[in-house]
Nanobody, 124 residues
Framework: QVQLVESGGGLVQSGGSLRLSCAAS????????MGWFRQAPGKEREFVGGIKRSGDYTYYPDSVKGRFTISRDNAKNTVYLQMNSLKPEDTAVYYCAGSRSYGPGRTPPDYIYWGQGTQVTVSS
């Protein structure tokens, strides 16, 4: 069992930056590929990026490519989401998730562990 806890959300102006962190419990973090998702009110949960177990491969959808960067520190059991050039449409609750697949998966069913989410609000 893995528990994930996100932090780092908040209110930021358009064009600003935030870095989210996701701390994992347990000693098997390095065996999981990790993903970040977001969900705005009334919308489906959206994939915003993933990283393989070793951290040597990342994938982003076009909506965030070039603005968001995922990294991980397996020694600290932590995955990060650096978000730059934020836009009001990035406003959502952001979730980190863990998958046992080689990954990274791109849809919620690919992931078995989820954090509780952290709110990101971008003002115009």
């Amino acid at each position: 069992q893995v528990q994930l806890v996100e932090s780092g959300g908040g209110l930021v102006q358009s064009g600003g930056s935030l870095r989210l962190s996701c701390a994992a419990s347990g000693r098997t973090f390095y065996t999981y590929s990790m993903g970040w998702f977001r969900q705005a009110p009334g919308k489906e949960r959206e994939f915003v990026g993933g990283i393989k177990r070793s951290g040597d491969y990342t994938y982003y959808p076009d909506s965030v490519k070039g603005r968001f960067t995922i990294s991980r520190d397996n020694a600290k059991n932590t995955v990060y989401l650096q978000m730059n050039s934020l836009k009001p449409e990035d406003t959502a609750v952001y979730y980190c998730a863990g998958s046992r697949s080689y990954g990274p998966g791109r849809t919620p069913p690919d992931y078995i562990y989820w954090g509780q989410g952290t709110q990101v609000t971008v003002s115009s």
